[in-house]
């Protein structure tokens, strides 16, 4: 690095430093938070699925197997020193390449092993319900049969998860309806329940299940589980063991994301966020250092759900994302800083004067301290944590001078 740029970082940290010191911000706390911040990476942003247009265009490089995903995930590591954990999704995932009802949860041993090789571990387990069978539902079909083959693959990632994850199942439902009338609602949401219980009540005890929600996709009329009330009815008519997972994409335009999480927080449910930034519908496109994030970790950070020694009162952080036109290993990275960016942003609220606002009824002037902080550039505060840690200041720069995006060019 240039003796300029560690000249420039340490300058513009001092002056934050003194700025923020004198309205009660400690920056040696806020950097050990940021040190310890970590997100989960998705095994599917590294493959071949992504986009579905353009002929099904495969970025060069793509990983062909889930091991060659853990590699990939293991770079992103590598270079920003939070990433120890990588999210899969058993179905698309299986190192064995078994057909799909044949896939046993023993071969993920291997898995594991290749992960810890690599420094990495398994985290969040997605059985996957939108692969071959679920056109016509999969745990709310009206089918008993599919019913029950969807119940035993929920089972066997609970397995996985139990025994070689961090014991999270992370669950969506591609089930809905395209017209009124096609489905019969009551008893969808019914089976779906009742289907769920089995999970629940047959999975290791340990296991832990979040349910996430959809407005729309596939069903275009209606999905089983469309909304955060849906998602906590069935949280809780399954027990404590479950709750919500919070996709970034998945609500209406307008939606007032982080009072959803507020929500969540306040209900005390076990729950998650799926992070992605989307423009004009569920696009999955890399996290992007937006007014909403920072909304969403303020949130967060004031819930106290995030930042805890004890990791069991942290809610799940994971990437969802997985646009297939991007360098896959450059959005990954750019999301990873977009989040600790975001993160900064909120752990440097002025939180005495905005609590003084509020208090006096100042609506602009408790808006405006909230934008003090999102506005301020915390880069110095990131590259200083990064110095500490030994990392590189920036992730994508780093990553296309390792030759690693040559190297699976040629390879894959
Ligand atoms: C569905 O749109 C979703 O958000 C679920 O989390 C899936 O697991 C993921 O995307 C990958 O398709
Ligand atoms: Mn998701």
New binding site residues.
Partial sequence: MPEKKEEWISKQYDILEKELGEKGVELEKVKKKLKEFTVEVPS?IFGEFGGGRFGGHVPPGAARTIFEKLDDAAIVHQITGATPNVSI?VGWDDPDENPFDEIQSGSFRRLNFHAHKLNLKIGSV?PTY?LEGTHFGSLSALDPTTRQRFIDHGLVAAEIAENFGTGFI?L?FPDGSLYPGQVNMHVAIRNLKNSLKEIYEQAPNAVKMLI?Y?LF?PGTYHTVISDLAGAMDVARSLGDRAGVLI?LG?HPFGVNVEYIATRVMESGMLAGV?FNSRYAA?DDHAVEPNMQLFRIFHEMVAGGVIGNENPDENWLRVL?Q?SGLENRIHAVLHSVDSLMISHAKALIVDEDSLARHQKKNEIILANRTLLDAFLTDVRPILYQVRLEKGLPLDFIDAYDKSGYQEKIEKER
Avoid: G, I, N, Q
């Fill in positions: 599917w999704h997605s939108f992370t969506w996430e959809k996709e996709d998945h799926h569920d969802d997985c």
